[in-house]
């Protein structure tokens, strides 16, 4: 058993940044590929990005790369979310989920999700 928790977002001007951060419990935190989803209302949840056991493998969303970093520190059970020159699209709740899988980028292969973060944006 994963428990994930999010902090980190809040209101923050276009332009911006934000770090999220997501807390792991549990000892087994650096045997789970770590990601990152977004939902805005009314639409489904994205995948933003995903990083390997390790921390030497990550994979970006098209729609956020070059303006997203994702990180972890095994030694600390944590990821974090990097989000520079943050535009109004990017509101939404943002989700770290942990899996199982190698890669993996659709939500059905997370085992474990956390309550999310809100990231408003305003122009």
């Avoid at 980190?8 to 590929?33: I, N």
């Avoid at 056991?53 to 956020?64: E, H, K, L, M, P």
Wanted: with cysteine.
């Amino acid at each position: 058993q994963v428990q994930l928790v999010e902090s980190g977002g809040g209101l923050v001007q276009a332009g911006g940044s934000l770090r999220l951060s997501c807390a792991a419990s549990g000892r087994t935190f650096s045997s789970y590929a770590m990601g990152w989803f977004r939902q805005a209302p009314g639409k489904e949840r994205e995948f933003v990005a995903t990083i390997s056991r390790s921390g030497g493998g990550t994979y970006y969303a098209d729609s956020v790369k070059g303006r997203i970093t994702i990180s972890r520190d095994n030694a600390k059970n944590t990821v974090y979310l990097q989000v520079n020159s943050l535009k109004p699209e990017d509101t939404a709740v943002y989700y770290c989920a942990a899996a199982l899988a190698r890669v993996p980028t659709r939500p059905v292969e997370y085992d474990y999700w956390g309550q999310g973060t809100q990231v408003t944006v305003s122009s």
